[in-house]
């Protein structure tokens, strides 16, 4: 079951809403058990099975977490208790790895030994990287004394609670428990207010924007897997389309999310922060799926800088110093740990060799940025000339850099990228239509030297894409973002309330309980719903 289905919005979430309040009305307990029963039928909806699988892995790291908390209560058991904490990461990495990576690792075989194993269709339960990473998680901060106590009943909260299940964001226990502890099981008709705007937002996003361009996106990536050449425009339109489209299909899950939990009174950690804003690669990454970035500097990258550190200085070298970094600290304490990340990264998101790419991709960029970071403000006379120059040109090669890893990520195989690429660089020519070149009068001649006539189309298409392109990139750089619309209420983990802007333009794009504000929201969510029933792609499900 999807948030964007008409089975979810009219069936499941007022069903389940009301069942809450209902029964919080009476007892706090049941309100949290039907909570549970009900993200349980919300994940078994599609596929019954899926229960079946996630369920023991969900009893077997509760029983882990137990015996680390058992073993962590008595003296000298240290080296226990990392060894338990170790299996619980190689079994859920084991877990994720059968499902996720099993066939990958047989095509990989079968391409370096020339073998021909006949491959058989796994079962990918739904968003099982998402709990595979919250679960290590959790281990890892019950190994560490953060969590001292939770029951069966706050772990599956935690790990089930249906918003955050199958799209994130990621979540930590600690942040997680003690909103469930104080819930009333009450109405709040703020926070349903709150949270209601906020799903409607993220449904517009999905349905309309992202599901919108998605159309003028896929024929072009589905042409170039099939063989076909993509030429200078629809490569750019592919590249920069689908750039925008899993953006607003992300980011507009995610405020979904939020809003259902915000729904219950739960406050979810924001997800994205405009990230196309960034000027650089590095503040990209803290705005775009910052509950991945997040989890992933807490308890991967930091732990192996941190022993890495360790290392050094006990053979006497130097740390990190700043601008002062010697090039081997640099390339050993930053820049490998960097690209071992993002390999990672690029790992969990997907199964296949253009994901890897995509991970060494960010991983090499962000690498780059550091060292510039290190040595680029030398060269400037001071910090404010410096940013001056860099923040412009900083966000082109941030965009363009985003824009090329994207094709990656999307391409089927490698050879659509190829070609998606080469189409990006006019290896694969240019085309025009063949109606509009006749359009351009005296200069037809001079263009048919340059391009190739795409024979006898108007040309509506080319037009009709450029204008969601330019459309979206319009709305996700210049409007608020979500989290900056609800601002006046703490829409998220992080985010926190500000008062009334006093300027004209904050206040037209801040929401706030108001009979006009009830108008916006209701077009968008005519319209979202409107849209609910068209082609749609989840780009997230096999997460």
Same mark, same amino acid.
């Given at each position: /079951?999807?948030?964007?289905?008409?089975?979810?919005?009219?069936g499941?979430?007022?069903?389940?809403?009301?069942?809450?309040?209902?029964?919080?009305?009476?007892?706090?307990?049941?309100?949290?058990?039907?909570l549970?029963?009900?993200?349980?039928?919300?994940?078994?909806?599609w596929?019954?099975?899926?229960?079946?699988?996630?369920?023991?892995?969900?009893?077997?790291?509760?029983?882990?977490? !137990?015996?680390?908390?058992?073993?962590?209560?008595k003296?000298?058991?240290?080296?226990?208790?990392?060894?338990?904490?170790?299996?619980?990461?190689?079994?859920?990495?084991?877990?994720l790895?059968?499902?996720k990576?099993?066939?990958?690792?047989?095509?990989?075989?079968?391409?370096?030994?020339?073998?021909?194993?006949?491959l058989?269709?796994?079962?990918?339960?739904?968003?099982?990287?998402?709990?595979?990473?919250?679960?290590?998680?959790?281990?890892?901060?019950?190994?560490?004394?953060?969590?001292?106590?939770?029951?069966?009943?706050?772990? @599956?909260?935690?790990?089930?609670?249906?918003?955050?299940?199958?799209?994130?964001p990621?979540?930590h226990y600690?942040?997680? /428990?003690?909103?469930?502890?104080?819930?009333?099981?009450?109405?709040?008709?703020?926070?349903?207010?709150?949270?209601?705007?906020?799903?409607?937002?993220?449904?517009?996003?999905?349905?309309?924007?992202?599901?919108?361009?998605?159309?003028?996106?896929?024929?072009?990536?589905?042409?170039?897997?099939?063989?076909?050449?993509?030429?200078?425009?629809?490569?750019?339109?592919?590249?920069?389309?689908?750039?925008l489209?899993?953006?607003?299909?992300?980011?507009?899950?995610?405020?979904?999310?939020?809003?259902?939990?915000? @729904?219950?009174?739960?406050?979810?950690?924001?997800?994205?922060?405009?990230?196309?804003?960034?000027?650089?690669?590095i503040?990209?990454?803290? !705005?775009?799926? /910052?509950?991945?970035?997040?989890?992933?500097?807490?308890?991967?990258?930091?732990?192996?800088?941190?022993?890495l550190?360790?290392?050094?200085?006990?053979?006497?070298?130097?740390?990190?110093?700043?601008?002062?970094?010697?090039?081997?600290?640099?390339?050993?304490?930053?820049?490998?740990?960097?690209i071992?990340?993002?390999?990672?990264?690029?790992?969990?998101?997907?199964?296949?060799?253009? $994901?890897?790419?995509?991970?060494?991709?960010?991983?090499?960029?962000?690498?780059?940025?550091?060292?510039?970071?290190?040595?680029?403000?030398?060269?400037?006379?001071?910090?404010?000339s410096?940013?001056?120059? /860099? !923040?412009?040109?900083?966000?082109?090669? *941030?965009f363009?850099?985003?824009?090329?890893?994207?094709?990656?990520?999307?391409?089927? *195989?490698?050879?659509?990228?190829?070609?998606?690429?080469?189409?990006? *660089?006019?290896?694969?020519?240019?085309?025009?239509?063949?109606?509009?070149?006749?359009?351009?009068?005296?200069?037809?001649?001079?263009?048919?030297?340059?391009?190739?006539?795409?024979?006898?189309?108007?040309?509506?298409?080319?037009?009709v894409?450029?204008?969601?392109?330019?459309?979206?990139?319009?709305?996700?750089? *210049?409007?608020?973002?979500?989290?900056?619309?609800?601002?006046?209420?703490?829409?998220?983990?992080?985010?926190?309330?500000?008062?009334?802007?006093?300027?004209? $333009?904050?206040?037209?794009?801040?929401?706030?309980?108001?009979?006009?504000?009830?108008?916006?929201?209701?077009?968008?969510?005519?319209?979202?719903?409107?849209?609910?029933?068209?082609?749609?792609?989840?780009?997230?499900?096999? $997460?």
């Amino acid at each position: /079951m999807l948030f964007n289905s008409y089975l979810f919005i009219f069936g499941f979430l007022p069903i389940t809403l009301a069942g809450f309040f209902v029964i919080g009305a009476r007892s706090r307990t049941w309100a949290l058990a039907w909570l549970i029963l009900a993200s349980l039928v919300f994940y078994a909806w599609w596929r019954p099975i899926n229960v079946m699988i996630i369920a023991p892995a969900v009893l077997i790291n509760y029983g882990l977490a !137990r015996l680390l908390q058992r073993i962590n209560a008595k003296q000298g058991q240290a080296s226990l208790s990392r060894l338990v904490l170790l299996f619980g990461i190689a079994f859920n990495i084991v877990f994720l790895g059968y499902f996720k990576y099993a066939n990958f690792v047989g095509t990989v075989f079968n391409d370096v030994a020339g073998t021909h194993f006949v491959l058989t269709q796994i079962i990918l339960p739904l968003g099982i990287s998402f709990i595979t990473f919250q679960k290590i998680a959790f281990l890892i901060d019950v190994h560490s004394g953060r969590i001292q106590q939770f029951t069966l009943r706050d772990f @599956c909260l935690f790990v089930l609670f249906f918003p955050q299940l199958i799209a994130g964001p990621i979540v930590h226990y600690r942040e997680m /428990m003690p909103q469930f502890q104080k819930l009333s099981g009450r109405f709040e008709s703020m926070d349903v207010a709150v949270g209601l705007t906020l799903f409607v937002v993220g449904l517009f996003k999905k349905a309309v924007l992202a599901d919108g361009i998605a159309a003028h996106v896929t024929p072009i990536y589905d042409a170039a897997a099939a063989g076909g050449a993509a030429t200078l425009f629809p490569a750019w339109i592919a590249a920069i389309g689908f750039t925008l489209q899993i953006y607003f299909d992300f980011s507009g899950y995610s405020d979904m999310a939020l809003g259902l939990a915000r @729904c219950f009174g739960i406050r979810l950690p924001a997800n994205f922060n405009s990230p196309f804003k960034a000027s650089s690669i590095i503040d990209f990454w803290m !705005r775009w799926h /910052m509950t991945l970035t997040r989890f992933l500097t807490a308890y991967l990258f930091n732990p192996f800088v941190l022993s890495l550190t360790r290392r050094r200085l006990a053979k006497g070298l130097p740390g990190m110093g700043g601008r002062k970094t010697s090039w081997s600290a640099f390339f050993q304490l930053l820049a490998g740990p960097t690209i071992v990340t993002m390999l990672v990264s690029g790992i969990w998101h997907g199964a296949g060799y253009l $994901f890897i790419l995509w991970g060494l991709m960010h991983g090499l960029l962000l690498a780059i940025n550091h060292g510039w970071r290190l040595v680029g403000p030398q060269h400037w006379s001071s910090k404010a000339s410096y940013e001056q120059f /860099m !923040r412009p040109v900083g966000f082109v090669l *941030t965009f363009l850099s985003v824009v090329v890893s994207m094709v990656l990520f999307r391409s089927p *195989t490698g050879a659509a990228a190829s070609e998606v690429l080469k189409g990006m *660089t006019g290896v694969n020519g240019v085309t025009i239509p063949q109606r509009l070149l006749d359009h351009l009068g005296p200069l037809s001649s001079v263009a048919q030297h340059f391009v190739i006539p795409s024979g006898p189309a108007t040309g509506h298409e080319l037009f009709v894409s450029i204008a969601w392109v330019v459309a979206l990139l319009l709305i996700a750089l *210049t409007l608020p973002n979500s989290m900056q619309l609800a601002s006046r209420y703490e829409p998220a983990i992080g985010v926190k309330a500000v008062p009334a802007a006093s300027d004209f $333009f904050s206040r037209f794009f801040t929401w706030s309980p108001s009979l006009s504000w009830a108008f916006v929201v209701s077009a968008l969510a005519v319209t979202g719903v409107l849209s609910v029933g068209g082609k749609s792609e989840f780009l997230y499900w096999q $997460f």
